[in-house]
């Protein structure tokens, strides 16, 4: 079976392809490398560089490779960014989904596995949050996301392309490997920030805001290792392949940390002390997200492997620690 990876060279993509070819599928991937990295895709995947919104080009792989099944992580991802700069996010997400929707519907290519986020809830009801709950984003980035949801939604109607919406809530953690990981410019995320102060690249982390209203005041978050993803998106493609219907899947462990207990596993998987400084509240920050993951446990049959947080870290740290500049 062959799998187009769109996004293939990023964070949760390259884990991705790692394990396809560790699964036995054919992968092809497909990138244009903006914040994406060629270091981070095997060999042993076929790569093709270019654009999502690119109809000659998203064809011509579809014309050259023979594809089962496309998964999507082809979108940009910074919520700071899609606030001041929201077009180049309805541009890059919901214009590169519709044209690569389009050519799987010229092309005859039937399922469709994607990269959603916890962004599109919001501020949540109540936890752990279920997919049936209210779907109100609080930023672009998170808008985008359920628009393109929703954009699968009605391409079934008409045209009978399954899909599957994964919704991610804090991915992180690395290949245990230790050969590909975690590499944003800008750094916005709590872990690899974290890192910086043992790699000896920040003094500090500062902490944004300690008066939520959780027990030590700072926000409580759902960390999910990057390979437990990774391999939700194989059990959704074959959950398909099977007859699956299109749905929509929580992951997440299920279990909250606050910024502070992320500092001190930290500390506990480094052996480095951390310094803290308190700043005031980043904003758009809920206090708490937690996911009910049970669904994907029931339907999909996912377990999460990395279930110890200071563990979890340590596959960060191994990867960070062995490259202090990321891929360069
Ligand atoms: N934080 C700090 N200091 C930092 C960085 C982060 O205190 O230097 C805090 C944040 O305020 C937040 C927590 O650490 O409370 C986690 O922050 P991240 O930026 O690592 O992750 P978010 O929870 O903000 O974002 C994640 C995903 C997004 C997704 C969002 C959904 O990374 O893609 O969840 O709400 F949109």
Not at 40 to 45: I, K
Not at 133 to 151: A, F, I
Not at 231 to 241: P, T, V
Request: glycine letters at 8%; one cysteine or more; aromatic letters at 10%.
């Amino acid at each position: 079976m062959s799998v187009l990876v769109f996004g293939g060279a990023g964070y949760i993509g390259s884990h991705t392809v790692y394990e396809l070819l560790d699964n036995g599928y054919d992968v092809v991937v497909a990138d244009n490398l903006s914040t994406g990295h060629i270091e981070a895709v095997p060999e042993r995947a076929k790569f093709y560089n270019g654009d999502i919104r690119d109809k000659k080009f998203v064809d011509g792989i579809f014309k050259k490779e023979k594809i089962d099944c496309v998964i999507h992580f082809a979108a940009y991802s910074l919520v700071g960014e899609s606030m001041s700069s929201p077009l180049k996010y309805y541009n890059n997400n919901l214009y590169g989904t519709m044209n690569l929707l389009e050519n799987m519907v010229e092309n005859g290519v039937k399922n469709i596995v994607f990269s959603s986020t916890a962004a599109t809830y919001g501020e949540p009801e109540r936890i752990p949050i279920y997919e049936e709950d209210r779907t109100c984003p609080t930023n672009t980035y998170g808008e985008t996301k359920l628009s393109m949801e929703k954009m699968m939604k009605w391409t079934e109607q008409a045209h009978g392309i399954k899909y599957v919406a994964l919704r991610y809530f804090n991915a992180c953690g690395a290949h245990v490997s230790g050969v590909i990981g975690e590499d944003h410019s800008p750094e916005t995320h709590l872990i690899p920030i974290i890192l910086q102060v043992p790699n000896g690249k920040r003094p500090y982390v500062s902490i944004f805001g300690d008066d939520y209203d959780t027990p030590d005041g700072t926000c409580i978050r759902d960390y999910i290792h990057v390979t437990d993803l990774a391999r939700a998106h194989i059990l959704a493609m074959e959950y398909m392949a099977k007859g699956g219907q299109s749905d929509v899947f929580n992951l997440g462990n299920g279990v909250g940390f606050s910024v502070k207990e992320i500092v001190e596993a930290s500390e506990r998987a480094t052996g480095f002390k951390i310094p803290v400084k308190i700043e005031k509240r980043r904003a758009g920050d809920p206090a708490k997200l937690v996911a009910s993951s049970q669904k994907a446990k029931n339907v999909l049959k996912w377990k999460p492997e990395f279930t110890n947080i200071e563990e979890i870290i340590k596959t960060a740290w191994l990867w960070h620690s062995t490259h202090p500049n990321g891929y360069k």
